[in-house]
């Protein structure tokens, strides 16, 4: 081994450089080595125009998203499958929905297929991921998301979208267990308390696409009382769920 002065300066350049690369990969992500088609198609998304904040309620497209994965561990689990519903005004557009299962290299356990339903052979037939979730960038354009528990499904599709990709997906979902108390004032309700409430109807609970209809239609109520309300254009629904989700955490950290 060299001890030489030069050795030992060239042996600290080289760890110093390790950890410059370690820390620009942590915080500057290297995107995903996609084939040409597909790193085209991410492009071609990327370069989309985004909405505009201040577009008033009754134009804009929201589109109403729910996921299953392989458990409830938001750092660990798979993202397994994707269910949208686009509400366009207060018209909730069937047409206009979305449902992709992502191909899974191991099969989630037995307990966790009793509750989404997708099983053995769906997994494994599912699309290739990266396509998958490209096929649910391009269906989502650059709308506006909808959510209930909306941290979950952000976090799901957020670290697929990092390792399939290579893309930071921030974009933030309209959380519908806040914004629903307020605009009806009452204690914060379950998904399936707010479907009752309502007497929304589920055909199929923890089916990606049924509970993204289920929650659209949610949202569609809630979108017909801020019009009553007075509220108008997306922002104002925006800073509304926002500040109840901020007075929610101060009322829990009070309490």
Same mark, same amino acid.
């Given at each position: 081994r060299d001890f030489s002065p030069g050795a030992q300066a060239a042996n600290a350049l080289g760890v110093g450089l390790? /950890?410059?690369n370690w820390l620009a990969d942590l915080i500057f992500p290297r995107r995903a080595a996609l084939a $040409?088609?597909?790193a085209q198609s991410l492009n071609e998304w990327i370069a989309l125009p985004e909405p505009?904040?201040?577009e008033a309620l009754a134009q804009a497209r929201w589109v109403v998203v729910d996921v299953e994965s392989s458990g409830l561990d938001m750092r660990r689990d798979r993202l397994i499958s994707i269910g949208a519903v686009a509400v366009q005004g207060e018209t909730i557009s069937f047409a206009d929905s979305f449902d992709i299962v992502l191909k899974q290299d191991a099969v989630s356990p037995t307990d966790n297929i /009793?509750?989404?339903g997708i099983g053995n052979a769906a997994q494994r037939e599912g699309a290739p991921p990266a396509e998958a979730l490209l096929r649910f960038l391009h269906y989502l354009g650059k709308s506006r998301l909808v959510a209930y528990h909306a941290a979950f499904d952000e976090a799901m599709i957020g670290r697929a979208m990092q390792t399939y990709l290579g893309l930071k997906f921030k974009r933030h979902a309209l959380d519908l267990a806040y /914004? #629903? $108390? #307020?605009?009806?004032p009452s204690k914060q309700r379950s998904l399936d308390d707010w479907l009752t409430h309502f007497g929304i109807p589920t055909f199929a609970r923890h089916n990606a696409l049924s509970d993204a209809y289920s929650t659209a239609q949610l949202f569609q109520v809630s979108l017909k009382q801020a019009s009553l309300q007075r509220l108008q254009t997306c922002v104002q629904l925006n800073h509304l769920e926002r500040a109840f989700y901020e007075l929610s955490r101060m009322e829990s950290s009070a309490s």
């Open positions: 390790r /950890l410059v $040409p088609n597909l505009d904040a201040h /009793l509750v989404h /914004l #629903a $108390p #307020a605009l009806f």
